[in-house]
């Protein structure tokens, strides 16, 4: 697609990143002008390059195909992090897959020998994520369910297509998001996941669930203490409170199962041990050693 464009797989300091979109170069002025003339196209999705030779399917007006193709980036600095740590042969865990980035990154760098589980409940994103495995030719297994502490069923409030990454088992806690659907969906803890699919190891667990944070790790207690994965995950005290949990309770059971967590500095980008910005932020937990 003209002008689309990959950052490099480096840290990228929230700073910079916020002082590229106050003050755009003039090619982001121009990614960016390209992009709203897609949006008023009666196409629906447009096909852009991405790291390690894979291809994004990206629905056009979307908060994230605009991150990618205006930005030429989405949560760079976690990928980063997964760039350097995913080995071949290793096992990751896609809870909140949605459209499929973490699950196609992680495809390719465990391949061969690794294997990627991905869990989605909501049914337009798992239409989505299969089209993007199909293209890509990785593989992957998809789960249709939500994680959660136990086995059981939930109501899933699904955003319009525009704010897709925001669908939740709480409530919307973001501007201008707004429910277009509801579905009843499956839920699973990752324990007895674990059991039924006969893992005997897990390096990276990664949860973008929208405050269902903590009820996943109620949930996955015997496989975090057996196997101490990676743990690639989203503080969001909003969406925490608004499924009867916080960031308080969700950092003492990560102190608990013996982890320390790491935010991406602000000013550096680089992984740093602590949080730091108590209105939410995304963070990698390691097992203390």
Not at 92 to 115: E, Q
Not at 128 to 143: C, K, T, Y
Not at 190 to 212: P, W
Request: with cysteine.
């Amino acid at each position: 697609m003209p002008l689309a464009v990959t950052r490099p797989l480096e840290p990228w300091a929230r700073a910079a990143a916020e002082r590229a979109y106050a003050h755009p170069s003039l090619e982001q002025v121009r990614r960016l002008r390209m992009w709203e003339r897609l949006c008023d196209t009666p196409a629906s999705t447009i096909t852009i390059g991405w790291h390690h030779g894979l291809r994004l399917p990206l629905h056009v007006g979307s908060e994230l195909a605009h991150l990618l193709y205006v930005q030429g980036a989405y949560d760079p600095n976690e990928f980063a992090f997964l760039d350097g740590f995913l080995r071949p042969g290793m096992v990751f865990v896609d809870a909140g897959a949605n459209v499929g980035l973490y699950t196609l990154f992680a495809a390719r760098k465990v391949a061969p020998g690794g294997r990627v589980i991905a869990l989605e409940p909501s049914a337009r994103e798992r239409r989505a994520w299969r089209e993007a495995v199909r293209l890509n030719h990785v593989s992957a297994e998809l789960i249709a369910a939500g994680l959660g502490e136990q086995d059981g069923q939930a109501i899933l409030h699904v955003a319009q297509m525009e704010r897709s990454g925001h669908n939740t088992m709480g409530a919307f806690v973001w501007g201008g998001v707004q429910e277009m659907s509801s579905e009843d969906v499956r839920m699973r803890s990752l324990d007895s996941l674990a059991h039924e699919l006969r893992l005997e190891r897990l390096d990276v667990l990664k949860l973008d669930i929208e405050g269902a944070e903590t009820a996943a790790l109620r949930g996955a207690g015997d496989v975090v203490r057996r196997f101490r994965p990676a743990l690639v995950l989203e503080l969001s005290p909003a969406s925490l409170q608004a499924q009867g949990s916080s960031s308080e309770e969700l950092l003492e059971l990560l102190d608990g199962y013996g982890y320390a967590v790491h935010h991406f500095d602000y000013t550096t980008g680089v992984l740093t041990e602590g949080t730091a910005n108590p209105s939410g932020e995304n963070l990698i937990a390691l097992p203390r050693a």
